[in-house]
């Protein structure tokens, strides 16, 4: 399985932004993908996933109600919606897809294959 992050960029507060993580290979061997991310300086953090087959959807305190993930099942590719963009979301996001009972999805530990990052600046 490979997962191709896009989307990030440079933004102010309050605006909004939408990620994409395109996976390709052997993508019915996972059962869930995952977005985390990473401060300078800080450790990787979970910030939302979603189970491919049902859709159940898990968000960070730090996100939810700001944050939506989607699937687009047909193109293999899951979505991060962004909406009210903090300074702090600043980070850069990660995908990862993780197969099936692998321990907690809010766990990076859980996950097996991880995209490449994209940036998400947000000034105040």
């Known amino acids: 399985v490979q997962l191709q992050a896009s989307g990030g960029g440079w933004v102010q507060a309050g605006d909004s932004l939408r990620l994409a993580c395109a996976a390709s290979?052997?993508?019915?061997?996972?059962?869930?993908v995952g977005w985390f991310r990473q401060a300078p300086g800080k450790e990787r953090e979970f910030v939302a996933a979603?189970?491919?087959?049902?859709?159940?959807?898990y968000y960070s305190d730090s996100v939810k109600g700001r944050f939506t993930i989607s699937r687009d099942n047909a193109k293999n590719t899951v979505y991060l919606q962004m909406n009210s963009l903090k300074p702090e979301d600043t980070a850069v996001y990660y995908c990862?897809?993780?197969?099936?009972?692998?321990?907690?999805?809010?766990?990076?530990?859980?996950?097996?294959?991880w995209g490449q990052g994209t940036q998400v600046t947000v000034s105040s």
């Open positions: 979603i189970s491919w087959s049902g859709g159940t959807t």
């Open positions: 990862a897809a993780r197969y099936p009972n692998t321990g907690s999805f809010f766990r990076s530990s859980a996950y097996i294959y």
């Open positions: 290979g052997r993508t019915s061997s996972y059962d869930a």
